[in-house]
C-alpha cells in the first residue's frame, strides 16, 4: 500500500497551488479519501475529505470557500485546489485514507510541504 502527495511549494499569500494524492496497493476507489494538514509546533488537523464517489465532500471551517476537494477520473487519485492562501495555511499536507472511524484513518501518505509567504 502506497499513498503519495505532490504539488507542494512555496506561493505569496492570495495564490493557489493544487495538491495532488495517489494511492496504490487496495481498491482505493472504494475508499473514503482526506487531507490533513500540521503545521510546526502543532497537532495534525483535518482539512477535508471526499467519499468514494466524490460526491459527498466536507470542509474545515477554516478552509470553506478557498478549498476544493475532488477525485480523479481514476478514483484512486485525490485532489486539494487551494485557493486565496494565507500564511496560516502553511504546513506539511498529508493525504489519507482508508476511514477506520470518524476522520480517522488507516493509510497516510508522507506529506508535503506548503509554504505561503506574506
Known amino acids: 500500500v502506497q499513498v503519495a502527495e505532490s504539488g507542494g511549494g512555496l506561493v505569496q499569500a492570495g495564490g493557489s497551488l493544487r495538491l495532488s494524492c495517489v494511492a496504490t496497493?487496495?481498491?482505493?476507489?472504494?475508499?473514503?479519501m482526506a487531507w490533513f494538514r500540521q503545521a510546526p509546533g502543532k497537532e495534525r488537523d483535518f482539512v477535508a475529505d471526499?467519499?468514494?464517489?466524490?460526491?459527498?465532500?466536507d470542509y474545515a471551517d477554516s478552509v470553506k470557500g478557498r478549498f476544493t476537494i475532488s477525485r480523479g477520473g481514476v478514483k484512486n487519485m485525490v485532489y486539494l485546489q487551494m485557493n486565496s492562501l494565507k500564511p496560516e495555511d502553511t504546513a506539511v499536507y498529508y493525504c489519507?485514507?482508508?476511514?477506520?472511524?470518524?476522520?480517522?484513518?488507516?493509510?497516510w501518505g508522507q506529506g508535503t510541504q506548503v509554504t505561503v509567504s506574506s
Open positions: 489519507a485514507t482508508g476511514l477506520t472511524g470518524v476522520r480517522r484513518y488507516a493509510y
Open positions: 496497493g487496495l481498491p482505493f476507489s472504494d475508499f473514503d
Open positions: 471526499i467519499n468514494r464517489s466524490g460526491t459527498i465532500s
